[in-house]
Nanobody
Framework: QVQLVESGGGLVQAGGSLRLSCAAS????????MGWFRQTPGKEREFVAA????????SYTDSVKGRFTISRDNAKNTVYLQMNSLKPEDTAVYYC??????????????????WGQGTQVTVSS
């Protein structure tokens, strides 16, 4: 069982930056692939970024490539999402997710077993 707690959301002006953190419980965090997703009212949860257990492979949705960076610190049981050059269309509730995997990363919500409660990111124009 893994429990995930996101933090770092807030209100920022367009062009600004935020760093989201997702702290995970459990002693086997290093064996979990992690992902970030986001959701706005009335829309499906959207893939943002993913990272494999060792941090050696990552994936991003096209709209955030070059602006967002996913990383992890297995010693701290934490995964991060550094968000730069934020745009109003990045406004959403951001969720982190985990799935036990010793190799790949995953980009579909259905691939993940554990979810955090979400953190609101609002980008003003």
């Amino acid at each position: 069982q893994v429990q995930l707690v996101e933090s770092g959301g807030g209100l920022v002006q367009a062009g600004g930056s935020l760093r989201l953190s997702c702290a995970a419980s459990g002693r086997t965090f290093s064996r979990y692939a992690m992902g970030w997703f986001r959701q706005t009212p009335g829309k499906e949860r959207e893939f943002v970024a993913a990272i494999n257990w060792g941090g050696t492979s990552t994936s991003y949705t096209d709209s955030v490539k070059g602006r967002f960076t996913i990383s992890r610190d297995n010693a701290k049981n934490t995964v991060y999402l550094q968000m730069n050059s934020l745009k109003p269309e990045d406004t959403a509730v951001y969720y982190c997710a985990a799935v036990y995997s010793n190799s790949a990363y995953y980009t579909r919500p259905g691939d993940y077993d554990y979810w955090g409660q979400g953190t609101q990111v609002t980008v003003s124009s």
